[in-house]
């Protein structure tokens, strides 16, 4: 991959309120160039070198190789800025760094090798293992597979996938994790969706590549706190990394209530009543409040569990069930009080938000598509928290 140099322009190292102010800046770039990636189903180079240079692509490596290590909160308001400009910008630099996360628990042999050369390393990462093979061969596995939705693809160097790892004596597998070379790989373009299109979110295909055994671990390992190794960053379950993904669905939302604000402030009357100006409807200010508030609401719930599991992170202590499951909770219902927001905002907007050129439009796709994502799932989540609120430590995911 063609680089700027990122060390030019870098904030200092686990640095949030620099990183923010970076992503602001690069704001005008992703924007003018959202378009572009829409229809190219993938982000443009010119947005890749933007976020490259501003550091999103060094988020969770690890401070010694240079990298930002960056806690859970810090990266829910950073991400949230990007997502204000560019929802799928802000997914990318999302997925790299819950993979960062996950690849720097392997230890140094494999640290070296993902960031031996440089901090600035994108990642992609697919935890299924169902399209996936792996032959035990001397020194490692010879991996095969297919691993499709893989958001940042197109830009990752590495990454985390799936693959079943065959039990002592032969009798079935288990999941486990590989760190593989994207150019190792092959990109099926399967990626022609409503919403985030610019994630570019294709399939990865994967033929006999060889991966040495330091860089292969059970699941069971990688979400085992007490074989995560010492850092804080790194000690956070996979399940309480759903966070990161509200914040792009936060900045998009954010960027709907401004647009609609500005709408509002035009001047414009509102059709088919005697209102001259739509800020004089007490429908309006009322769904303005009502919106806000959702968002408010969204984001003070991502915040609670975002420093709780920070907190968490920093004890020698692991969370409680009810713990993990109430952060799943607060991701189910900050999503939902995304999504009902927007609803109110776009009837504000009216029918003509729904015009092709509009940016309120590409917003709205965006977090309708994000929002279905499987982590992001209410209603799972609230099993999740209904079960653990009355004790019943019975399994319904691997990602709690």
């Not at 690890?62 to 799928?88: M, Q």
């Not at 993902?114 to 792996?134: E, I």
């Not at 990626?191 to 570019?200: A, E, H, I, V, Y």
Request: charged share 20%.
């Amino acid at each position: 991959m063609n680089r700027l140099d990122p060390q030019k322009n870098a904030p200092p190292l686990g640095s949030a309120r620099p990183l923010a102010e970076a992503a602001r800046a690069i704001a005008p770039t992703l924007r003018r160039e959202a378009d572009d990636a829409e229809r190219e189903s993938r982000l443009t180079s010119e947005t890749m070198q933007a976020l490259l240079a501003a550091g999103m692509f060094r988020l969770a490596t690890p401070e010694r190789f240079g990298g930002h290590e960056l806690s859970i909160t810090a990266c829910v308001d950073v991400l949230a800025e990007i997502g204000l400009a560019c929802p799928s910008s802000s997914w990318v630099a999302m997925v790299s760094y819950n993979a960062q996360q996950i690849a720097a628990s392997f230890g140094d042999e494999a640290r070296f090798d993902l960031w031996g050369d440089s901090p600035d390393v994108p990642m992609c990462g697919v935890f299924s293992s169902a399209g996936a093979t792996a032959e035990p061969v001397e020194g490692g596995l010879l991996v095969s597979g297919r691993w499709s939705w893989a958001s940042a693809c197109h830009q990752a160097e590495w990454g985390v996938f799936g693959v079943p790892l065959a039990r002592p004596g032969g009798e079935g597998s288990d999941p486990g994790i590989a760190l593989l070379r994207t150019s190792d790989l092959v990109i099926e373009k399967t990626w022609d969706m409503t919403g985030m299109r610019g994630t570019g979110s294709d399939t990865l295909v994967a033929d006999g590549v060889f991966v040495p055994c330091h860089r292969v671990r059970s699941f069971s390992d990688v979400v085992a706190r007490d074989k995560r190794g010492d850092e804080p960053l790194y000690r956070v379950p996979p399940g309480a990394m759903t966070l990161t993904a509200m914040a792009p669905l936060l900045g998009a939302t954010r960027a709907v209530f401004r647009l609609t604000l500005e709408t509002v402030e035009s001047g414009k009357p509102m059709a088919m009543s005697l209102h001259r100006r739509l800020a004089d409807a007490p429908s309006v200010q009322a769904a303005l409040a009502d919106a806000a508030t959702l968002i408010d609401s969204a984001s003070l719930h991502l915040m609670r569990s975002a420093e709780a599991v920070d907190a968490a992170a920093a004890t020698p202590a692991a969370p409680t069930l009810l713990d993990r499951t109430r952060v799943r909770m607060d991701v189910g219902h900050a999503s939902t009080c995304l999504r009902q927001a927007v609803q109110l905002l776009l009837t504000v907007s009216g029918a003509g938000s729904f015009a092709r050129t509009r940016t309120i439009q590409r917003h709205w796709r965006d977090l309708e598509t994000a929002a279905r994502h499987p982590t992001l799932n209410p209603g799972l989540a609230r099993e999740m928290y209904g079960r653990a609120l009355v004790g019943d430590e019975r399994p319904l995911s691997p990602m709690v």
